[in-house]
């Protein structure tokens, strides 16, 4: 099968995204598919091609949110490239200008399009309207997301049943929905495999020692992911034990409000941010750690969750749809809603290691389900049936011209 990925953020950038959609293309490939990736160059305003691995970048201006830029809708040189590869179908994996470009490009050569969406964009447009028209903008964001998945996409694909639900009681979809819980390449992650001198090293950078019971929180520095709750939290946490420590890893534009913020309560040896991590060094992150903790109430799945688990370490969660197909409470982690109840938690974990150990265990178990193996298996069977779909379609749409063309001769 030639598949096209279509998506607006790609390697270099690193996001949850970004590591679902490397992992999705390396796992078609395995399988023996040709997968060919579109996306904006974040780089240069420059078109690119890379032939080996097979992805086309095209220019685009930044649009100040993150490292997004906005593509040139429909540039002739992508579109000759495009055509070339005779595409069986196209995935979208975003609803801005590379999807809309991924939409005219399977109507203009008839190929059938499958769509993931990621996002819960009602949780994001505060970055676009600072505060102000809140209500409208929502109603705006329901429109056009309704607008690109239902009028456009042959199958919908969700990561959970939250998004699920989204689409069927609130947004009233009424084309098919597959819940796929999005894989990654849990293997790396695996004890088993990884180098225990790279973790030792990087404990030293850190400044983290062996007495050190470590907390890790792992992405986007912003308002949505609800950090301030864990730094909050923290306070607490390292007055009762001062070998208590939360690591934050990734970056944002909130970064240094929040290292203010810890300055402020006087947590500088207690919270340490590391920044932006690289891709292949994030597995080390975990390896260092005791806990893998989350506010967030945003997320459409949370991959960070299932790397932790791969890594032997327990998540504890905001109580949230989003956490609770991947998190068993009591088995393989354990949810909150409160400071107070996360607090307990984590005192909890520290005062019986036992339990934190058989946790683990299970949180390792569980972490199997999310291969990328298995999800590449799931999301081939979506777009089987978007082909066969189309095909259904154009037989209709044949038949019914003849009939038309037929019922023209008889007057």
Known sequence: MR?????ETYTPYISGLVTSEVMLKNALEQEGHEVYVVTANLESFKYEYDEKEKVLRIPGLPTGIYDSRL???YPIQAVNKIKSWKLDVIHSQTEFAIGTF???IAKQYNIPLVHTYHT???????YITKGFFKKSSKKLVEYFTKFYCDTTATELIVPTNKTYKLFKEKYHFEKNIHIIPTGIEVERFYEENIDKKEVNNLRKTLKIQKKDFIILFVGRLAEEKNVEFLIESQKVLSEKYNNIKLVIVGDGPDKEKY???SKKLGLTKNIIFTGKAAWGDMPYYYHISNIFATASKTETQGLTIIEAMASNVTPVCMRDEAFQSMVTEELNGLFFETQKEYQNHILNLYKNPEMLKKFNKQARIQAEHYSSKNYAERVLE????AIKEKQAENRFGLISKIAKNIKERMK
Request: glycine share 4%.
């Open 102 to 104: 991924a939409r005219l």
């Open 71 to 73: 593509t040139s809708i």
């Open 382 to 385: 979506v777009y089987n049936r």
């Open 3 to 7: 598949i096209g990925i279509f998506t």
């Open 259 to 261: 290292e203010e913020y």
């Open 120 to 126: 819960m964009y009602e949780d994001y447009i505060h």
